[in-house]
């Protein structure tokens, strides 16, 4: 499974961004995906996640509210919408994909694949 992220970008704080993960070498419709960020000097964190069949998602205290997780399986990609955006959103942000991660999968450990990641920064 190869996974391509993208959508990242500058926004100023308050502003939307809409993030893409399009997986390609096989169906992703049973994996868990998740979406995770990293900002520089600290360590990878958890964002969100949703099973594959889009009917149950978890996410970050520092982002429900604001973020949504989504996905289409015909087109095999999955979503981040990202709204009211602070500057303590700025990171590189990736897109993972698990077989079988214990839920809420909030654990990078448990994901399987992994893209390449997309910049976020937000401006205040």
């Known amino acids: 499974v190869q996974l391509q992220a993208s959508g990242g970008g500058l926004v100023q704080a308050g502003g939307s961004l809409s993030l893409s993960c399009a997986a390609s070498g096989r169906t992703v419709s049973r994996y868990v995906m998740g979406w995770f960020r990293q900002a520089p000097g600290k360590e990878r964190e958890f964002v969100g996640a949703?099973?594959?069949?889009?009917?149950?998602?978890s996410y970050a205290d520092s982002v429900k509210g604001r973020f949504t997780i989504s996905r289409d399986n015909a087109k095999n990609t999955a979503y981040l919408q990202m709204n009211s955006l602070k500057p303590d959103d700025t990171a590189v942000y990736y897109c993972?994909?698990?077989?079988?991660?214990?839920?809420?999968?909030?654990?990078?450990?448990?994901?399987?694949?992994w893209g390449q990641g997309t910049q976020v920064t937000v401006s205040s």
């Open positions: 949703i099973v594959g069949s889009g009917t149950i998602k």
């Open positions: 993972a994909a698990g077989t079988a991660p214990r839920w809420p999968a909030r654990t990078a450990g448990q994901y399987d694949y």
